[in-house]
């Protein structure tokens, strides 16, 4: 999902002047009114919420580097998936798709 989201931006000049981390952060996350992308658990959401915007942190991080490689990217989506590591088993298989 971050991926994506930060696809358009990639062309940017001056790379960290790009608001796309802001919105990221900003947005809603697993709402049931868009795209069906609700949560079964909802304590959950917030928790996940955090470990999204910490992964655009990271992602930030790497995007205001010069000359940032795709391993770098990838590092950090590691990292930025791991923190749900903890939470897989309370997670449904549709959940698990969502997250």
Do not use: W
């Not at 989201?5 to 802001?22: G, K, S």
């Not at 990221?24 to 049931?32: D, P």
């Not at 391993?71 to 309370?90: D, I, M, P, T």
Request: charged share 30%; aromatic share 10%.
């Amino acid at each position: 999902m971050l991926t994506l989201y930060l696809l358009p931006t990639a062309c940017d000049t001056n790379l960290c002047d790009a608001p796309v981390f802001d919105d990221f952060r900003q947005e809603n996350k697993f709402s049931e009114e868009e795209n069906n992308n609700g949560l079964e658990n909802p304590s959950l959401k917030p928790i996940f919420t955090e470990n999204l915007n910490q992964t655009a942190d990271l992602f930030q991080e790497v995007y205001c580097r010069d000359n940032p490689i795709n391993e770098e990217y990838l590092e950090a989506l590691h990292k930025g998936l791991s923190q749900f590591e903890n939470y897989r088993l309370k997670l449904d298989t549709e959940d698990c798709k969502k997250v």
